[in-house]
């Protein structure tokens, strides 16, 4: 008589049944990915601020000139310079320069006296969420307007939205900011013209921001739709029997989202940066109008804090759009982009 007898499972199956239990995100070559993103980002964030503590230095303009204004005698710009250590050589200032970005220490403001760093901190809140709000705006109205282009490609009513986003795509942010602050902060006063007292005060300047957007991700976005409309895999669908508006949004949508999404995150990561013309056209209280006032008074320290703030924050925006790839589309894996 025979005996039946359980065998165990084997090591390498449990190893393989663990790894199938991860999240995509968790596995080695997505980590790897990860590592070598975050190392080239680091890198791009060093070169970017050298090169900006470079061209500021090689600009024409005196801080000590701006600090002091023109009455200023010889020697009390020489104690200026003293005081600022700008009488130091421009290696020894990088030298310091670079001691301080390990420790974040930036140094003093010229403008406000105070440190830059903290000053570019309480201004980047606004900067965000004017950034949020825009590209909020931009993916609400121009993706729904991109497809309703798409479906109707070639016809009229295709002709006047094309000729509708052209003239957004033609016009400047400061003229379309003029325009929207003249008809409802003027002709009929309804909303806030300037600064950020109540939450009302957002809309225009993220409308005036999200106007070009919506004409370029719309364009975009009806581009991809009708390549998708017309690929083998949208015929099929259609010849067995799958309704249009799954075709739509189970299919067409999904394989055209990756250069979308790439063109959301490359915009906001520039709204990031500032959007110097419609920040002082409405007195919003970023660091687009934050740049403005340190370039106009050479303030080295805010320009430098500036640029290393909004650099970081374009940089992990990319890191994410990047990372959002295999979820929109398998077939893209992150460990073959990475070799």
Request: aromatic share 8%.
């Amino acid at each position: 008589m025979t005996q039946l007898t359980a065998t165990p499972p084997s090591v390498p199956a449990a190893k393989s049944r663990k790894d199938s239990a991860l999240p995509a995100f968790l596995t080695a070559p997505t980590l790897r990915y990860v590592v070598r993103r975050l190392g080239q980002s680091l890198l791009t964030i060093f070169l970017t601020l050298t090169t900006v503590f470079v061209l500021i230095r090689m600009a024409p303009g005196d801080p000590a000139y701006s600090m002091a204004g023109p009455l200023a005698s010889s020697e009390d710009l020489a104690q200026i310079r003293v005081n600022l250590g700008l009488d130091q050589s421009v290696f020894t200032q990088y030298l310091l320069y670079l001691k301080g970005l390990f420790t974040l220490d930036l140094g003093t403001s010229y403008s406000f006296q105070a440190p830059a760093l903290e000053v570019v901190l309480q201004r980047i809140p606004y900067t965000v969420t004017l950034a949020l709000a825009a590209i909020l705006l931009t993916t609400v109205v121009s993706i729904p307007l991109g497809i309703w282009m798409a479906r109707r490609a070639d016809t009229r009513r295709e002709l006047g939205a094309n000729v509708i986003t052209i003239a957004g795509q033609s016009m400047p942010d400061f003229w379309t900011g003029l325009m929207l602050l003249t008809f409802f902060a003027v002709l009929v006063p309804v909303l806030p013209a300037a600064g950020f007292t109540t939450w009302s005060s957002l809309l225009l300047p993220a409308l005036t921001v999200a106007v070009l957007q919506i004409a370029l991700i719309s364009r975009m976005v009806r581009r991809e739709m009708v390549n998708a409309y017309s690929s083998p895999y949208v015929t099929v669908a259609r010849s067995r029997g799958v309704s249009e508006r799954e075709i739509t949004w189970r299919y067409a949508l999904r394989n055209s989202s990756i250069p979308v999404v790439t063109a959301l995150g490359t915009r906001f990561a520039s709204m990031l940066n500032g959007v110097v013309v419609v920040e002082v056209v409405f007195a919003w209280p970023g660091v687009g109008s934050l740049v403005v006032r340190a370039l106009e008074t050479r303030d080295y320290p805010l320009i430098q804090a500036t640029v290393l703030v909004t650099a970081v924050l374009a940089v992990l925006v990319q890191l994410v759009v990047d990372l959002c790839y295999p979820l929109l589309d398998p077939r893209v894996r992150l460990g073959k982009a990475a070799n």
